[in-house]
């Protein structure tokens, strides 16, 4: 089994981003960052077991939780603190994974980066990609292409009048409160948060994987990114939903069909292009 090393990043805000590494058995020169979604975290699911195929196949995995996840350090199996939950937004999360790059640059000089985007950290991720040249390739799992998307347009009369909505989480039974800033960043910000203008701009060797019973975000999305920029390829996982046939918890010792499908595609872009 491979070694794996957590780390703690802090911030200006005082706020904690949480992390791990695991590494190669062997030196590599291979380093994917991965980037988890909205109500993630880098202990959800299968997670650890995908980073430990990424180490067998010679790549380090670096994941981590953003500062605003909700997921604490000492209860890192699922998102708790809905204070910060609530504040969370995308410009934060550019913001933390600056940080998280400026450390993998630091522990790994000679590594190239992959980014592995899931969800809205797949929007992340293609925001990411077009202003770091530090990327050298870019991976999206089932990625958005609007934050909008993740809440619905006759939300937002009462969200600005009553500075906070709720959002379902359909795994836990509760709901989730989202402040207005989050509704806000997205408006002032639209410019800078634009994932399809990003999507289109973007030059880093991109992989597009996303599934075809993926009621989360259709399969058109990834469609349309490779039309928006036709040098991505595009892997489609027929049958899988939006977390690849993962859940949480994840008590299996192997990877779900679908996830190891992703994983594979994923593990040869990198070695291959």
Same mark, same amino acid.
């Given at each position: 089994?491979?070694?794996?090393?957590?780390?703690?990043?802090?911030?200006?805000?005082?706020?904690?981003?949480?992390?791990?590494?695991?590494?190669?058995?062997?030196?590599?020169?291979?380093?994917?960052?991965?980037?988890?979604?909205?109500?993630?975290?880098?202990?959800?699911?299968?997670?650890?077991?995908?980073?430990?195929?990424?180490?067998?196949?010679?790549?380090?995995?670096?994941?981590?939780?953003?500062?605003?996840?909700?997921?604490?350090?000492?209860?890192?199996?699922?998102?708790?603190?809905?204070?910060?939950?609530?504040?969370?937004?995308?410009?934060?999360?550019?913001?933390?994974?600056?940080?998280?790059?400026?450390?993998?640059?630091?522990?790994?000089?000679?590594?190239?980066?992959?980014?592995?985007?899931?969800?809205?950290?797949?929007?992340?991720?293609?925001?990411?990609?077009?202003?770091?040249?530090?990327?050298?390739?870019?991976?999206?799992?089932?990625?958005?292409?609007?934050?909008?998307? %993740?809440? *619905?347009?006759? @939300? +937002?009369?009462?969200?600005? &009048? /009553?500075?906070?909505?709720?959002?379902?989480?359909?795994?836990?039974?509760?709901?989730?409160?989202?402040?207005?800033?989050?509704?806000?960043?997205?408006?002032?910000?639209?410019?800078?948060?634009?994932?399809?203008?990003?999507?289109?701009?973007?030059?880093?060797?991109?992989?597009?994987?996303?599934?075809?019973?993926?009621?989360?975000?259709?399969?058109?999305?990834?469609?349309?990114?490779?039309?928006?920029?036709?040098?991505?390829?595009?892997?489609?996982?027929?049958?899988?939903?939006?977390?690849?046939?993962?859940?949480?918890?994840?008590?299996?010792?192997?990877?779900?069909?679908? %996830?190891? *499908?992703?994983? @594979? +595609?994923?593990?040869?872009? &990198? /070695?291959?292009?």
């Amino acid at each position: 089994m491979a070694q794996t090393e957590t780390f703690t990043i802090t911030h200006s805000c005082n706020k904690i981003i949480n992390g791990d590494i695991t590494y190669t058995a062997q030196p590599s020169t291979r380093l994917a960052i991965f980037v988890h979604g909205f109500k993630g975290f880098k202990d959800w699911g299968a997670h650890y077991l995908v980073a430990h195929y990424f180490a067998r196949h010679q790549i380090n995995y670096l994941k981590f939780n953003f500062s605003h996840s909700g997921v604490s350090k000492h209860n890192p199996a699922d998102v708790t603190d809905m204070e910060l939950f609530a504040a969370n937004t995308p410009s934060k999360e550019l913001f933390d994974l600056e940080l998280v790059i400026d450390f993998a640059v630091k522990k790994f000089p000679t590594c190239a980066i992959t980014l592995i985007g899931h969800s809205r950290g797949g929007g992340i991720s293609i925001l990411k990609s077009i202003n770091d040249n530090r990327i050298t390739k870019l991976i999206t799992w089932a990625a958005i292409d609007s934050f909008s998307s %993740l809440w *619905k347009k006759e @939300q +937002e009369a009462d969200w600005e &009048i /009553n500075k906070q909505i709720e959002v379902y989480n359909a795994r836990t039974k509760e709901y989730m409160p989202l402040n207005v800033e989050l509704l806000y960043d997205v408006q002032k910000n639209a410019e800078k948060l634009n994932i399809l203008q990003a999507a289109k701009n973007t030059d880093t060797p991109w992989l597009i994987v996303h599934g075809t019973d993926d009621i989360n975000v259709n399969i058109s999305v990834a469609q349309n990114f490779v039309s928006l920029n036709p040098k991505a390829k595009i892997v489609k996982i027929d049958g899988a939903n939006h977390v690849f046939g993962a859940s949480h918890p994840y008590i299996q010792n192997n990877l779900p069909p679908h %996830l190891l *499908k992703a994983c @594979q +595609e994923s593990v040869y872009f &990198i /070695n291959n292009n």
